[in-house]
């Protein structure tokens, strides 16, 4: 690749990657999964960085989501962890952000309850603000479909116990 697309490519990961970042923990509902699907994402696209027309953050979010697809559908066994952490991360006090992480952590928890595919419509159409024709193509799907399950995932969403409460996120 050429200077000009090297340099091209660290500007769209310095101003993407947070945003990327973002939608991958929504998809996937694990920080550290969600960084290596970011990384999985760019490492495949910058082969390909110079033949992009268009838009590259499109581009490169197909390929997250088709790598968070895939993961979802070959599902990991061999590898355990020999001896669990115990978290007291609960116990502790959390200084002004606590509200927020607790809001966090109940929408990633409620979107943990949908399907692999609710939760890839969902993040898509409302984190990344696509549009029913734009989700579609990008999942390979039609357009009614997308907005089915959108409805789907949406209704078990309103029913998420940890959503519900009115004092998620320090709210009352």
Request: hydrophobic letters at 40%; proline letters at 3%.
């Amino acid at each position: 690749m050429t200077r000009a697309a090297d340099a091209d490519f660290e500007r769209f990961v310095q101003a993407n990657s947070t945003p990327l970042l973002r939608f991958a923990e929504m998809l996937c509902g694990d920080r550290h999964t969600a960084e290596d699907l970011v990384q999985q994402a760019l490492m495949r696209s910058y082969p390909k960085w110079h033949r992009l027309d268009g838009d590259p953050l499109r581009y490169v979010r197909r390929v997250l989501v088709n790598r968070f697809l895939t993961s979802a559908r070959r599902r990991w066994s061999n590898e355990v962890p020999s001896d669990p952490v115990d978290n007291d991360w609960d116990q502790r006090s959390v200084a002004d952000f606590a509200g927020e992480v607790q809001t966090r952590e109940a929408v990633l928890g409620a979107l943990a309850g949908l399907t692999v595919r609710e939760r890839a419509v969902v993040a898509l159409r409302y984190s990344q603000d696509l549009s029913e024709a734009e989700t579609a193509e990008l999942l390979g799907m039609a357009a009614g479909t997308v907005k089915s399950t959108a409805s789907r995932g949406l209704a078990k969403l309103r029913l998420a116990p940890d959503l519900i409460d009115s004092t998620v996120g320090g709210h009352a």
